[in-house]
């Protein structure tokens, strides 16, 4: 039936792209892409702005690991973003994002 012929697919095309290099999937995109590795994290962007605006950078950011590392901001069009999945947390937003931040902004004071 159609059902089975369309799930069919779906796992012959996943096992297809799994197979694949980063290369040869950039090659089957139809657009403009944005790789994630150029997308600074959130402790780079700081550095950077501090920097820029002439603040000295304090001493301990250099050595310390946080969160503010491994999270990267980023401001456009999402579904240009070179990711397996986008997924839309829908009504979990707003808690996800307080959690987030609160997470954030206790890693930046500790630092």
Sequence with gaps: SCCCLTQ??????????????????????????VALKTIPTWMEDLKSKSESDGESAKEDLQGKKSLSEKVSLYRGDIT?????????????????????????YSSVLQV
């Design 80 to 104: 240009l973003l070179e990711v397996d999945a986008i997924v839309n947390a829908g009504r979990w937003l707003n808690v996800l994002c307080s959690c987030v931040l609160k997470i954030l």
């Design 8 to 33: 069919e697919w779906k796992w012959q095309e996943e096992a297809r792209l799994l197979k694949m290099t980063l290369e040869e999937r950039r090659k089957e995109y139809l657009g403009d892409y």
